[in-house]
């Protein structure tokens, strides 16, 4: 687990490594987070799901891109309601034909929104409770439902906290570049040295730990993530949109079969 005290330092121990432009959505998303309660996390219980790979019968989502298709394991026994809401999207064909709408110097894209500029047209998919999980973590190729709004009260703006929520729009996590510097301090500033070793492995982004919603983890298609991370973009408001229209063709419910994706496998 990451130490609360040190979340700001990540990020500016991010922002040297990465350079300073176009940090404004990973800012946001953590900083405006940091002053909410955290969940208890035990490192002797705490269990890295998403290093494991998916059993037949999981709950899986299947999103086709202009650049491709990427598969990811959904895990709606930690975060059900997220999981539901995207789902239910999805199964209506909400995200047919919409954008990848920001795209991070290679370490994130964001997709799912109807409006190229991010926005969605109402807010009735966007006030879902953050649901936060010990057993869940920023990994490459973990799939994240965007943080929407915070509502506080007249305490919490002076003294923190707040409820958060997420909606439709979702992450997609590639990785920041783990130089040595960086693994030490991550090592140093970390209280799980299972935790810090397989960010340090897999990749990630570390400072969006138990900030945002882990609905899910990339299990195939991890050239099309890090396309989608890495595509020339311009600034627009608080986004960096593609300069090149991407959009979602579609995105389709199932459940892992280990015999259907070695079919699939065979025919290509």
């Known amino acids: 687990m990451l130490k609360k005290n040190n979340v700001v330092r990540l990020v500016l121990i991010f922002t040297l490594i990465m350079g300073v432009t176009s940090l404004v959505v990973m800012l946001s998303n953590t900083l405006m987070a940091r002053n909410n309660s955290y969940i208890t996390i035990d490192a002797e219980t705490m269990k890295l799901v998403q290093l494991d790979p998916p059993k037949d019968g999981d709950p899986i989502a299947i999103v086709d891109t202009d650049l491709g298709e990427y598969r990811f394991v959904l895990y709606p026994q930690y ?19 919409t954008y990848v709408f920001h795209s991070e110097s290679g370490v994130y894209s964001a997709a799912g929104a109807p409006n190229k500029n991010g926005s969605a047209n109402d807010n009735s998919h966007e006030l879902v409770e953050r649901e936060l ?3 869940l973590w920023p990994f490459k190729g973990a ?10 009260s007249f305490k919490q703006k002076f003294l923190g906290g707040g409820t958060y929520y997420n909606g439709s729009r979702f992450m997609t996590l590639n ?5 040595d510097e960086f693994k030490k301090e991550l090592k ?12 340090i492995e897999h990749g990630g982004v570390p400072n969006f730990s138990q900030q945002i919603t882990v ?6 298609g ?7 991370a890495g595509l020339e973009a311009q600034e627009m408001g608080v986004y960096k949109v593609p300069v090149k229209d991407v959009k979602i063709k579609t995105v389709t419910i199932g459940t892992y079969s280990a015999a259907e994706e070695a079919k699939e496998e065979a025919k290509k």
Do not use: C, R, W
């Not at 799939?143 to 506080?152: D, P």
């Not at 990785?175 to 130089?179: D, I, L, Q, S």
């Open 79 to 97: 975060s059900p309601n997220a999981v539901a809401n995207f789902t239910e999207l999805a199964k209506q064909g909400y995200y047919n034909g």
């Open 133 to 135: 999980h010990q057993d």
């Open 143 to 152: 799939v994240l439902a965007m943080n929407t709004t915070v509502k506080k």
């Open 175 to 179: 990785t920041v570049k783990f130089n």
């Open 188 to 199: 140093d500033y970390s209280e799980s040295e299972k935790l810090a070793d397989a960010f």
């Open 215 to 220: 609905i899910g983890q990339t299990y195939k």
């Open 222 to 228: 991890m050239d099309v993530v890090e396309k989608l």
